[in-house]
């Protein structure tokens, strides 16, 4: 029998949805934004010293259903945000747990998978250019991020919260 506790997370279901539309159809291969913060380096000490600042974000995701939807999704511009909410779980040796991700941005790039190749698989890939992002697993948020807004909560440590009182 095998042994369950070695077992890795496997992610099951990826469904995305779009600005209040709902449910615009499946994704296929998603890359949520990294989470990186900007390094100066100390010339004195050798070392790098952590500026608190984010580097810009940005997401890829493949929508594999065709819905009109993702092309208004394209059209916003400026300071109009196309949001996107994914939705998946994952399986682990202890249980499933939900994963919810929301992006809000504007779509940088987007382009046709595969449409040479009839009987296979297409999808319309995006590149978002990321302003907010929100991450949550098992109902636990990881992630509460709006750049426009100077929120910047790790774990519900709210990071730039002196930052906003000084500048807001």
Do not use: W
């Amino acid at each position: 029998m095998a042994d369950r506790s070695k077992l890795r997370a496997l992610l099951r279901g990826k469904n995305v949805f779009l600005d209040g539309i709902g449910m615009i159809g499946r994704t296929g291969e998603v890359e949520p934004p990294e989470v990186e913060f900007e390094q100066m380096e100390d010339g004195n000490m050798s070392r790098y010293v952590d500026t608190g600042l984010l580097k810009p974000m940005e997401c890829k995701l493949t929508v594999v259903d065709l819905h009109d939807a993702v092309f208004d999704a394209v059209g916003k511009r400026l300071r109009d945000l196309a949001t996107f909410v994914i939705k998946s779980s994952f399986a682990t040796a202890d249980g499933e747990k939900s994963v919810y991700f929301e992006i809000g941005g504007q779509v940088k790039k987007q382009s046709f998978d595969n449409l040479k190749d009839a009987g296979k698989e297409s999808g319309i890939p995006l590149e978002i250019s990321v302003v907010r992002y929100r991450l949550e697993i098992g109902g636990q948020e990881i992630y509460e991020i709006d750049t426009d807004e100077q929120i910047c909560k790790i774990r519900g440590t709210d990071h730039y919260a002196t930052l906003r009182q000084h500048t807001m």
